[in-house]
């Protein structure tokens, strides 16, 4: 059975750069067509879409957050990463890693971690 | 960039069913999925690819896609069916993966 945990700082403060890791368990990162995903949620919010990294290293980041983030991947320790600079409390909210499934008709998300709440302040 | 739009609440009594629905330009050329997410817990995908079910999701769990409008179905409705559900699509213009903004379901 697939799992995903999140793990990183909590606390960020204003202007600096958030950093979560998700470690993939019960499944290789290398296996099949899938893409590891980044979500996030404001408190009280709906869902969006950070982007996604193949284990090849092909990455996609949502074009409203494109100039701040960079998703990167360890096969080695299967895991993925997150980091975005220059945060405000806007950027304040639970940061989930997930695993995307895509076939040619569409992609869904099938597996999410727990979800980690991140806090910018000073 | 595509926009889904969901009404933020839905209310029901329990026994009865509920119709939860999704609204996008065209969205019936397109596959919907559905996510059920309670208090202080991940998403579940409840809906993937218009109307499958993953393992473990009740049959009374369905969807359906025409038009301008999807539709995420429950029938008779439990209290533990309480929960925000969010519609999503792929966007292959973008290579953007789309929610919607999510309804609250509350029974009754």
């Known amino acids: 059975h697939l799992q995903l945990q999140e793990s990183g700082s909590g606390l960020v403060k204003p202007s600096q750069t958030l950093s979560l890791t998700c470690t993939v368990s019960?499944?290789?990162?290398?296996?099949?067509?899938?893409?590891w995903s980044w979500i996030r949620q404001p408190p009280g919010k709906g869902l969006e879409w950070i982007g996604y990294?193949?284990?090849?290293?092909?990455?996609y980041y949502n074009p409203s957050l494109k100039s701040r983030v960079t998703i990167s991947v360890d096969r080695s320790k299967n895991q993925f990463s997150l980091k975005l600079t220059s945060v405000t409390a806007a950027d304040t909210a639970v940061y989930y890693c997930?695993?995307?499934?895509?076939?040619?008709?569409?992609?869904?998300?099938?597996?999410w971690g727990q979800g980690t709440l991140v806090t910018v302040s000073s | 960039s595509y926009v889904l739009t969901q009404p933020p609440s839905v209310s029901v009594a329990p026994g009865q069913t509920a119709r939860i629905t999704c609204g996008g330009n065209?969205?019936?050329?397109?596959?919907v999925h559905w996510y059920q997410q309670k208090p202080g817990q991940a998403p579940v995908l409840v809906i993937y690819?218009?109307?499958d079910r993953p393992s473990g999701i009740p049959e009374r769990f369905s969807g359906s896609n025409s038009g301008n409008t999807a539709t995420l179905t429950i029938s008779r409705v439990e209290a533990g069916d309480e929960a925000d559900y969010y519609c999503?699509?792929?966007?292959?213009?973008?290579?953007?993966?789309?929610f919607g903004g999510g309804t609250t379901l509350t029974v009754l």
């Open positions: 999503q699509v792929w966007d292959s213009s973008s290579d953007l993966v789309v």
């Open positions: 690819y218009v109307s």
């Open positions: 065209n969205i019936g050329s397109k596959s």
């Open positions: 019960g499944g290789s990162i290398t296996s099949g067509g899938y893409s």
């Open positions: 997930a695993r995307r499934d895509c076939s040619s008709a569409s992609c869904f998300v099938d597996y």
């Open positions: 990294i193949y284990h090849t290293g092909s990455t």
